[in-house]
């Protein structure tokens, strides 16, 4: 148990706090891309620098539209970075590919034997719960990729977290993370409850990538610069607001709230 303890902290403290006196423990590249030939070269890219495994979403706008389509995909990429871990990302909403993860782990490894997990980025905890089910002797890694639902994906066996949002909440993740360790549920519910009233709260005043780049700014203090056409800029508003309801859920340090228990999750 205490080696899952740290391999779930490790998982999550990686996009908090990437960068130790020693760099990263580890790093996983990204080189899903729409043409083939482009995420070989990634890939191939990734081994040379030295990588310690890849990941590939489905490509999104000539959509494979069945299991086999995708794997065929997924084992020519793979194969142009042999040695390398190989992880498939999971996130239908955005790339409109419906393939439950659950059957394309269905003999994966028999067709590409590098594959050693996937990131899930779906709110569907069936889906979720049956890869993990029926892959009980498998040594996959099953990331979790939606913040607020994490506490839900760690009963159903989730081996780490993959999220935005542990760049400023790390620390309440971490909390939540240590309680469901110890057996401590009411409190781990408690601290995911905390998460999601934050993300709940920006949802509502439109969420994506420019306002996450707005408040890993405001947190870190570090410019994370303007977000790539067509996406635009975070609003002032949005900032003000944003940083207004982290002070308010004891997320960020305040010298000048008036009631610094307002709505408290500490």
Known sequence: MASRKKKLQGLVAA???P???HGLDQVVIHVGALSLKESQELARHAAEIGADGIAVIA???LKPWD???LINFLKEVAAAAPALPFYYYHIPALTGVKIRAEELLDGIQEK??????LKFSDTD???FGQCVDQNRERQFAFLFGVDEQLLSALVMGATGAVGSTYNYLGKKTNQ???A???KDFSSALNHQFCIQRFINFVLKLGFGVSQTKAIMTLVSGIPMGPPRPPLQRASREFIDEAKARLESLDFLSSTYLKDRNLESCS
């Open 15 to 17: 996009t908090i706090t």
């Open 19 to 21: 960068m130790t006196e």
């Open 59 to 61: 490509p999104f706008f």
């Open 67 to 69: 299991k086999d389509v």
């Open 112 to 117: 590409i034997p590098t594959f050693q997990g």
């Open 125 to 127: 905890l069936l889906d």
């Open 176 to 178: 939540m993370l240590e």
């Open 180 to 182: 469901f360790e110890r």
